[in-house]
């Protein structure tokens, strides 16, 4: 028995090859698949660049929520050991621990000595006292003269009593 061989529907002619539905097979052009291919890796990978960004800049935010939440957590803490601070540094805490705790007393009237504070400038006597300008320019503008500094006063008070110490 012979068989024969099938033959496609339509048939080329000896020189040709054989093309599906009629069209011309277009010519192979490497260098253009070639461009073709890296534009397409290349706007994949920037599509990848692009979700990597965007995502870090997500977590970002994120963490600075986190942060911004732990930081007022924080702060009221912080408030509340400052108001424990002041309540247990307060005078009559101080005192009712001193009486109760540790066994101390009151003093007596005459046991308690007033000291006053040397720094006032109204308890130095007028002569230790240093010099004002009589015309100065804030007494000549009608306005009062200008108070120094406590700084500045205690170490003009210290300079007047070493120098009256030493020279007497």
Do not use: C, N
């Not at 097979?25 to 890296?38: D, F, G, K, S, W």
């Not at 994120?62 to 002041?86: N, P």
């Amino acid at each position: 028995m012979i068989v024969a061989k099938e033959q496609p529907y339509h048939q080329s002619p000896p020189g040709e090859r054989y093309s599906p539905a009629g069209r011309p097979r277009p010519q192979a052009r490497p260098r253009e698949h070639l461009i073709l291919t890296l534009l397409i890796l290349l706007v994949f990978a920037l599509g990848i660049l692009i979700s990597i960004f965007y995502s870090r800049i997500l977590i970002t935010g994120y963490q600075i929520t986190r942060m911004q939440k732990e930081l007022a957590e924080l702060e009221i803490e912080t408030r509340g050991l400052a108001e424990e601070v002041s309540r247990l540094s307060s005078l009559e805490r101080v005192e009712a621990v001193a009486t109760t705790r540790l066994g101390m007393v009151k003093p007596d009237e005459s046991q308690v000595v007033l000291v006053k504070a040397a720094g006032d400038p109204q308890d130095v006597p007028p002569e230790s006292r240093p010099a004002e300008k009589s015309g100065s320019d804030d007494t000549e503008k009608g306005r009062a003269p200008r108070e120094h500094h406590w700084i500045l006063q205690a170490l003009a008070d210290l300079v007047i009593h070493r120098s009256s110490g030493h020279s007497g």
